[in-house]
């Protein structure tokens, strides 16, 4: 088996039933069964990036990740799942956070635990390419074993949310915010987002692409069915077939063009061994980017030009007052903090603004659009 193997199984829903027999046969296609040993501390990683329904196809669907634990489970992994969303990270706020999205009443029926514990410590990278230290949540500095559930989802800020954008996740709830405000550019974000996972290396990743989330991702686009589940030992080769199925470019990724550039991503599907469906047959290729890839041509021009092109033609978020709420999220969440609460409703100084895309992420009221200059509607 090639290194670069990845598993893609089509499942029509979140029967468990239907689960059970995709993560079986990921299980044995893949060779995963050895990697799993009695009593290995086994921490399962999904994206809970925000409180939500798990219909809603912002989140790692609990019954996916139900069906991996009970396999882990069967083979003597013991799992606990973990998850540091944006905003606060507290016992408090992740046992609500456990409680919406339905992870709560999952893990009761499984026997699975859910992190509480909020501490984190410092991971040395001396091989990082824009860092070399990040804060990380402590259950996964602790583990033996590290498996990645992602949901598929279209990023503002990235263009594609899938396992190595996933493991932004291990950096405790507002220490986020300081990596957009030290790496403002998409380039720079995505080669830090690449730093993180190679440093942290889960050795298993699982993407939810059953309903993704296509448009202004990665939690006020819209559902999308692709009816996918994807996984592999290596994030960045389950990635590159992620953007397929997207119909992106896994080079206009910027944190899969820096893993390529360090010899960890495969560059084009041939030098991957393909399981399962034909990658063909699982394509959506009228799938709905980010109204933010607008502005991704200026990386391209020389530099003396990019100051100017971005003022033009990167997106910015632009409050709906009218379904504005005033909670704070958005300004909670903002790195540069150019947000305020005035007259309970959030303002923009856009001055500061490094169209991070944060508050639109954070949003809980879907309150923040993407706006384009008009002429790139064209």
Do not use: W
């Not at 912002?58 to 540091?84: C, F, M, R, W, Y």
């Not at 993407?207 to 991702?217: F, H, L, S, T, Y």
């Amino acid at each position: 088996m090639k290194p670069n193997s990845v598993y893609l199984g089509n499942c029509p829903d979140y029967e468990p039933e239907h689960l059970k027999v995709v993560v079986e046969t990921a299980f044995t296609s893949l060779e995963l069964s050895e990697l799993i040993f009695p009593g290995a501390k086994v921490i399962i990683k999904p994206n809970l990036v925000m409180k939500s329904k798990p219909d809603s196809a912002i989140i790692t669907h609990p019954n996916l990740v139900a069906a991996v634990a009970d396999k882990i489970q069967e083979l003597g992994g013991i799992v606990t799942i973990a998850e540091s969303p944006g905003g606060l990270y507290n016992p408090s706020a992740m046992k609500n956070t456990y409680a919406v999205c339905g992870y709560e009443e999952m893990a009761k029926q499984h026997g699975i635990s859910l992190n509480l514990d909020c501490s984190y410590r410092a991971l040395e990278v001396p091989n990082g390419k824009r860092s070399k230290l990040f804060q990380v949540i402590t259950p996964i500095l602790d583990a033996d074993l590290i498996v990645d559930i992602a949901k598929l989802k279209s990023h503002c800020m990235t263009g594609m949310s899938a396992a190595v954008k996933n493991m932004f996740g291990i950096v405790p709830g507002l220490m986020k915010p300081e990596l957009h405000c030290r790496f403002p550019d998409k380039e720079a974000f995505g080669e830090m987002l690449a730093d993180l996972c190679e440093a942290v290396c889960p050795q298993i990743s699982f993407v939810d692409g059953i309903m993704a989330m296509e448009g202004n991702g990665p939690s006020g686009g819209n559902p999308r069915f692709v009816g996918a589940v994807i996984a592999g030992k290596n994030p960045f080769a389950v990635d590159v077939v992620c953007a397929h199925l997207m119909a992106m470019e896994p080079t206009d990724i910027f944190m899969l063009r820096s893993g390529m550039e360090r010899g960890i991503c495969p560059k084009t599907v041939e030098e991957m061994d393909l399981l399962g469906e034909p990658l063909d047959a699982l394509i959506v290729p009228d799938f709905l980017p980010p109204e933010s890839k607008s502005g991704d041509f200026i990386t391209r021009l020389p530099k003396f030009l990019r100051p100017l092109a971005s003022k033009i033609a990167t997106p910015i978020p632009k409050i709906r007052e009218r379904d504005c709420i005033g909670c704070g999220k958005c300004a909670e969440s903002c790195p540069q903090h150019t947000i305020a609460i005035l007259q309970r409703k959030a303002k923009i100084t856009y001055k500061e603004c490094i169209r991070c895309y944060c508050c639109h992420e954070m949003c809980p009221a879907k309150a923040i659009d993407i706006k384009r200059f008009p002429l790139f509607n064209m």
